[in-house]
């Protein structure tokens, strides 16, 4: 398999870039997440902490939310925008990689947690919502939170599960 040189790499980038479509594109998106955000931090007043939209990288965008007991456990859930899969994860993090490689090798049995290889970022990622409708705000919304209730419950459950 031949590698592209980083020129060829940076005149295909350029043309990506040419039209302005991605650039509006992602704003779009990261617009939707900042949203989210906000809604999650007026919904979840008193029982989550919501931290600002990351979006550094053009692969995701996320914000964090924690508890008293994810603080406690060293944890953090992460809503996700995934702009290469065009979907929506809620991630497990430990605040640090050691924190997470505990907790993968502690929830390996569990049905988020892949056995064979730890993901990159976090402890196990699971697609809350794997086809929105990013053209029907509301609807995209209500998906996500429900989805989210549902996600929340199962996860703490099997964290307090293994305390």
Known sequence: MSVRSLNAQ????????????????YQS???????LRTEFHKLYKGEFSVANVQHGYIDFTYFYLQT????????KLAVVLNHQQAHFEIWLLGQTKDVQV????K??????????????????EIVMLANP???NPTKLSESIHCAFEVLKKAIFATLKAYE
Not at 107 to 124: A, H, T
């Open 133 to 135: 409708d990013f053209d």
């Open 29 to 35: 998106l990261v617009g939707v997440v900042q949203n």
């Open 107 to 124: 929830l390996k049995g569990e049905k988020w947690v892949k056995e064979d290889v730890m993901p990159e970022y976090s402890i196990f």
């Open 68 to 75: 008293d007991y994810l603080k406690k456990h060293k944890l």
């Open 10 to 25: 940076v005149h295909a980038y350029k043309k990506i870039f040419a039209s302005g479509e991605i650039q509006k594109t």
């Open 102 to 105: 505990d907790y993968w090798e």
